[in-house]
């Protein structure tokens, strides 16, 4: 399968590498506005420099192509996607779908249009440490989850688009952990309250931190709190978790999986008391592609044998919905329905 990717800087890099560790995929050309990025890039990933073109249209008129990958800022993408969709090519666009949700409804109805897929790179979904997490949930050991709480604090510099965000810890990197609730609850956001802040020393121009309260379509309560300004004991990407069951408790610590589970609940002189076996750390499951190159492998697979892809804009708009009735809630200050 051959494939033009749009923006080659910053998070371009990985998906440079993703397709050249493909056996599968194929490089038709590329699409980068800054001529100085396109050069440092064909240097360092070895490109063939005269298939790197200013625009997705001069490309498409200069090389074929099967599909596109976008890894543009948000803002650009509904232009980029809705582009390759109208010119029959499947999408797999980076996160956020679009720059907003009017944006990202608009990719959603070209691709119901045109029928062609869009696929959304929530890559979080894809790694050892969530899928392990998914497994203990969908496995039904711990018995129902009744709340969860995910704990993220990193202090990155970045430059460049998101230091002008409004918000950009909620729809740039928080948009990853509440994907995982959806993922992990199997269930939709339907109720939020939520508050946003700027730390003093923030080098970002919107709120680098915010806390939110989410219930969800079956009943689960979910509370978050973050921020890219942290200046010490930082978490993981993935951010620390706790998931309290009926039977037991689901912690997630510096990328580890603990779990500790209730095994009799004993009557002694001063009432009830539970017991607990031992916290156990669970090994993490191994996945022969992991992120980036399992989405390219189900990219390739969905537009070369029909196979589903189930990160799709069709469903990506409801993380889309809850990433911005968090930025509402945070706005307003008062509960959002959705
Ligand atoms: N999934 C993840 O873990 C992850 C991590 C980082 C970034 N991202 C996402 O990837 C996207 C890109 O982020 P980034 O950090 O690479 O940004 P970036 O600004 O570092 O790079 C974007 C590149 O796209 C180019 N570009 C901008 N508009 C263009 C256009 N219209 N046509 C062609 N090229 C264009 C820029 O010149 C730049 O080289 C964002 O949506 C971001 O949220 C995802």
């Not at 959603?108 to 696929?119: I, R, Y």
């Not at 669970?282 to 589903?308: C, H, N, W």
């Amino acid at each position: 399968m051959k494939v033009i990717q749009v923006g080659i800087g910053g998070m371009g890099s990985t998906w440079l590498r993703a397709v050249q560790r493909s056996p599968y995929v194929h490089f038709a050309g590329f699409v980068e506005i800054n001529d100085e990025i396109a050069r440092a890039q064909a240097e360092a990933y070895n490109l063939d420099p005269s298939l790197i073109f200013q625009s997705l249209p001069e490309a498409l008129e200069n090389v074929e192509t099967d599909a596109v990958i976008n890894v543009t800022p948000p803002e650009a993408h509904r232009e980029i996607c809705i582009r390759a969709l109208e010119t029959g090519l499947p999408v797999l666009t980076e996160k956020p779908l679009a720059g907003n949700l009017a944006e990202a409804r608009a990719i959603v109805d070209a691709a119901k249009a045109t029928g062609m897929l869009c696929s959304v790179a929530q890559n979080y979904r894809y790694r050892p440490l969530t899928q392990t997490i998914k497994a203990i949930l969908d496995s039904g050991e711990l018995g129902a989850l009744a709340a969860a709480r995910a704990e993220f604090f990193r202090g990155p510099h970045f430059g460049g688009f998101r230091e002008q965000m409004a918000h950009p810890l909620i729809v740039d990197m928080s948009i990853h952990h509440f994907d995982l609730m959806r993922f992990f609850f199997g269930s939709d956001a339907v109720s939020i309250s939520a508050r946003s802040w700027n730390p003093p020393w923030s080098w970002f121009d919107g709120d680098a931190s915010a806390a939110a309260m989410i219930k969800f379509a079956n009943g689960v309560e979910a509370s978050y709190t973050g921020s890219w300004c942290s200046q010490a004991f930082e978490t993981s990407w993935n951010a620390d978790w706790r998931f309290e069951c009926e039977r037991g408790v689901i912690l997630v610590e510096d990328d580890r999986v603990y779990i500790q589970q209730l095994e009799s609940v004993d009557e002694g002189a001063r009432g009830q008391s539970s017991i607990h076996d031992e916290r156990r750390e669970i090994p993490l499951i191994g996945m022969e592609r992991e992120s980036q190159d399992y989405l390219l492998q189900k990219f390739y697979e969905a537009v070369t044998q029909g196979k589903a892809v189930s990160t799709t804009a069709q469903d990506n708009i409801h993380t889309m919905a809850f990433v911005f009735g968090v930025v509402e809630a945070c706005d307003s200050g008062g509960t959002v329905n959705l």
